[in-house]
């Protein structure tokens, strides 16, 4: 299914929106969304930036080991949740690159690697960050979206872990066991979009 769109006002959106084209190509109930992030690229260039509002393009990871049976999730500082490692592109019109480099940098595995170099997203997602205020009440960062486009990541074994300034803990968890571990539904999508990709359905 094709998604009107206007002409580009910044040629480094171009990447995003052939991945964008291929992705709806398989999951095309998901148009509202793909829009969503389509529009925002279509009408702020600076989309790739964390100061773009009303949101900014993210990048994460869906880490998991080769048979899919394990994923490694991290317990983010900020928002106290169990959720998959990714972050701001700071620029980076590649996302792939910035999910592959965000999830080294939160897990400190080196050893990480697109499925099959596949470059389509295995996810989209938009939520909202909520506002962050100084204990006297002054505004650190006023509420905005995260336009996420989130990849499927490999890594050889399920090397031991190592946590960041950005989480309280990460951990590796059997994929049977993510409802027991997280209610959020989009950790939980991740997962079911990756088992037949990785043939552990």
């Not at 994460?60 to 959720?83: F, I, M, P, Y």
Request: contains cysteine.
């Amino acid at each position: 299914m094709a998604v009107n769109r206007l002409p580009p006002t910044d040629p480094s959106i171009e990447p995003v929106l052939a991945q964008l084209d291929e992705y709806l190509g398989r999951y095309p109930d998901e148009v509202a969304v793909v829009r969503r992030i389509r529009g925002l690229a279509e009408m702020h260039p600076d989309c790739f930036h964390r100061t773009c509002r009303p949101g900014h393009l993210t990048a994460s990871a869906w880490v998991t080991t080769r048979n899919g049976k394990e994923a490694l999730l991290v317990h983010h500082r900020k928002l106290e949740r169990w959720l998959q490692p990714g972050g701001h592109a700071d620029g980076d019109n590649h996302l792939a690159r910035v999910a592959l480099r965000e999830a080294s940098e939160e897990t400190g595995l080196n050893e990480l690697e697109l499925v099959g170099g596949f470059m389509m997203p295995l996810d989209v997602d938009v939520h909202e960050i909520p506002a962050r205020y100084h204990a006297d009440g002054r505004l650190i960062e006023d509420a905005h979206e995260h336009h996420d486009v989130r990849f499927l990541v490999v890594s050889p074994t399920a090397a031991p872990p190592a946590v960041s300034d950005e989480s309280h803990d990460v951990r590796w968890f059997a994929v049977e066991d993510l409802p027991s571990v997280t209610q959020e539904e989009s950790v939980l999508r991740l997962a079911r979009k990756a088992a037949p990709l990785l043939g552990s359905e």
